[in-house]
Nanobody, 127 residues
Framework: QLQLVESGGGLVQPGGSLRLSCAAS????????IGWFRQAPGKEQEGVSC????????YYADSVKGRFTISRDNAKNTVYLQMNSLKPEDTAVYYC????????????????????WGQGTQVTVSS
């Protein structure tokens, strides 16, 4: 069965950090672009960050640039999202998605495309 599983969410105080993981099973991620997306209550889903398969190029939404870092470990079949300096407005359910054929990572994030999607992990930033 082909699936993505997110983990690492939780409750953190403003200014804190979390690292989300997106692990694949049933297929290998190294040929796929991977994106992290989030949906906050009452808001539209947003493309947070995407990373390509072949060359590792990355894209970040302006709202997270300089605070979040996306990376991949193909040996572990996992993609990470390191989130630092978290703000209450980062509170959302975070999803990862894998896309085999992309034009650019920015297009993937903006269009929110994915062949496979995970179930999401909740991130809550609150004091």
């Amino acid at each position: 069965q082909l699936q993505l599983v997110e983990s690492g969410g939780g409750l953190v105080q403003p200014g804190g950090s979390l690292r989300l993981s997106c692990a694949a099973s049933g297929f290998t991620l190294d040929s796929y672009a991977i994106g992290w997306f989030r949906q906050a209550p009452g808001k539209e889903q947003e493309g947070v960050s995407c990373i390509s398969g072949p060359d590792g190029s990355t894209y970040y939404a302006d709202s997270v640039k300089g605070r979040f870092t996306i990376s991949r470990d193909n040996a572990k079949n996992t993609v990470y999202l390191q989130m630092n300096s978290l703000k209450p407005e980062d509170t959302a359910v975070y999803y990862c998605a894998a896309l085999l054929v992309i034009t650019t990572v920015q297009d993937m994030c903006v269009a929110q495309e994915g062949n496979y999607w995970g179930q999401g992990t909740q991130v809550t930033v609150s004091s």
